[in-house]
């Protein structure tokens, strides 16, 4: 599947959430660093750190799919505004033919 890239002011809810998992497991790490001595409580903080990366990616996963999806929305709201233009445009052309039509009438009519 392609990724496509939407550039914007705000960094990206994807982007924001690898941000706080990051964020989150290096903040565990240091404290785990400062206060355990033992190899379990290390290896518990790893495995948090995994499970917060996993959460992640799982988050991130889910927006881009909801970015394909409002990406499909607006390519179809895109087509039907514009067969709503085309159908407009051959409107105007229909109306512009019957006035041109009822004056060349109402002009014969007047010249007898």
């Known amino acids: 599947m392609r990724l496509q890239f939407y550039p914007t002011k705000e960094p990206s809810k994807m982007k924001k959430t690898a941000l706080r998992a990051s964020a989150l497991a290096l903040f565990v790490a240091m404290a785990a660093g400062c206060a355990t001595t033992g190899l379990d409580d290390v290896k518990a903080t790893a495995d948090r750190a995994a499970s917060d990366a996993a959460a992640a990616a799982s988050a991130a996963e889910a927006a881009r799919a909801a970015a394909d999806r409002a990406a499909q929305a607006a390519s179809s709201a ?8 085309a159908a407009a445009t051959e409107s105007q052309a229909c109306c512009e033919a019957n006035r041109e039509s009822m004056e060349r009438m109402f002009k014969k009519s007047m010249s007898k």
């Open 78 to 85: 895109q087509s039907t505004a514009d067969q709503a233009l």
